[in-house]
């Protein structure tokens, strides 16, 4: 059917899913950081952090990330950004901070990876698993406030593939029946929602990755950001033993060098200086990064118009942008070939990489029968999950690759 216009795979290098957009200026900041003798959590991650919340607080009209102008509410108001080795260990720690515990529900998605409901198992809460909206595969707002109950506490929605959901509707739906809003923008740096960067905003904390595939990388890593100043000190001391000062300020800090106080049993979750020095390096290049892969996603957009697929939403209401951390096609029930039969064309006749976000939390075993949850609660994440596959995309794809791509896609679904 397809072999003529990519060619046999063997001929042409294999295209990645996710390929990282590592520089020689990453791998000196690494090295200048190794050089400096602070292999753990030093001024490197001080000066990330520093960094992440002054980014966040520039974004607008003349960053080339958003067009409409900040308006973060109550302006002035500092910006924590507190750095972790995992995004995941972030979304635990925002829980946390926020005091969920055994007997608390909190409302996640289907439509995510696993960490996004795991991190409230650790605390002996339970997930509420919900479906998505069939066109954003964000969480959908009307089943999350079915789901509430008196004991749900919080919801973490996730903005997928790095397309903010709706945080207006959804502040209104969380401070109507108090529930903290902890973001898990995973996939959603750097991006505007209504005006407002996705970081700031009225939410408890919002959740960032640095995992190797994510829109900026520093291998593991990820931030928590939040302006209540509480629930940044409760994350910091509890992402380090739950030390009453960390090891930077305990050795540059007046007094004692050798005193701490263990305040709360905590975690290892605090991000390395080697990490964060590529953190800083990949940070000043988010904007120009994120403007490669919104411009390979148009691309894909005008090229597979005619096929029978249905395209990513877009960032389509005022002031919103999208980070298009993927670019997830759904194949329609007439497409010539099956989901799977397409990945696995993709990879043997062109050498191309897809992949599929997400499997949804309520088919795996453990979500699915801890919780008894059968498929036909979730309609839309279905009928999503038989035709989801997601192209490679990352600012590391050469003009040739991306016509790879399309030429593969166009060779397998063109009839
Ligand atoms: C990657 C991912 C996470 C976890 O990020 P880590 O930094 O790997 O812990 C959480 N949620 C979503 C939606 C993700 O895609």
Redesign the pocket.
């Known amino acids: 059917m397809s072999s003529q216009a990519g060619g046999p795979a063997t001929e042409l290098p294999f295209i990645p899913f996710a390929a990282p957009d590592i520089g020689e200026a990453e791998i000196d900041a690494v090295v200048e950081a190794l050089r400096s003798g602070w292999l753990t959590t030093g001024p490197a991650a001080a000066a990330f952090e520093r960094e992440f919340a002054a980014y966040l607080l520039g974004m607008g009209p003349g960053t080339g990330i958003g067009t409409a102008p900040v308006t973060v509410p109550g302006t002035g108001a500092a910006v924590h950004a507190v750095a972790l080795n ?6 635990h720690l925002a829980l946390e901070a926020s005091g969920i515990g055994p007997g608390d529900e909190v409302i996640v998605p289907t439509w ?2 696993t ?2 409901a795991e991190v409230v198992r650790y605390l002996g809460a339970d997930p509420i698993i919900v479906d998505v909206d069939p066109d954003t595969l964000n969480l959908d707002l009307d089943g999350a406030r079915a789901a509430i109950t008196a004991r749900t506490r919080a919801i973490i929605p ?1 903005h ?1 593939g790095g397309l903010p959901l709706d945080r207006t509707a959804l502040g209104v739906l969380a401070d109507a029946h108090e529930l903290a809003v902890i973001e ?1 923008a ?2 959603c740096f750097p991006a505007m929602s209504a005006g407002v960067p996705v970081g700031l905003g009225d939410s408890a904390a919002v ?1 960032f ?3 190797a ?2 829109t900026m990388t520093t291998g ?3 931030m928590v950001v939040t302006a209540d100043p509480a629930l940044a000190q409760r994350v910091k001391t509890m992402r380090l033993h739950g030390i009453s000062r960390d090891v930077f300020d305990r050795y540059s800090a007046p007094g004692a060098s050798w005193a701490y106080e263990v305040v709360a049993p905590g975690y290892k979750y605090n991000l390395t200086d080697p990490a964060a020095a590529m953190g800083r390096v990949q940070l000043a290049r988010a904007a120009q990064m994120r403007d490669r892969r919104a411009a390979i996603a148009q691309r894909y957009d005008a090229a597979l118009a005619d096929l029978p697929v249905r395209r990513p939403a877009g960032a389509d209401s005022a002031g919103t942008t999208h980070a298009w951390h993927l670019y997830v096609l759904r194949l329609e029930v007439d497409a010539p070939m099956s989901r799977d039969a397409f990945i696995a064309a993709m990879a043997a006749e062109y050498g191309i990489g897809c992949s599929v ?2 499997i949804p939390l309520h088919r795996h075993p453990y979500w699915r029968d801890r919780y008894a949850l059968a498929r036909e609660r979730f309609p839309q994440a279905e009928a999503a999950f038989a035709g989801a596959v997601s192209l490679p995309l990352s600012s590391a794809l050469t003009d040739a690759q991306v016509d790879r791509v399309i030429a593969a896609t166009r060779g397998l679904l063109a009839s």
């Open positions: 995992s995004a995941t260990a972030g979304l995510t990876f960490a996004t996730v997928f898990d995973a996939h959740v990755s640095f995992y595939t994510k593991e890593g990820g976000h997400f």
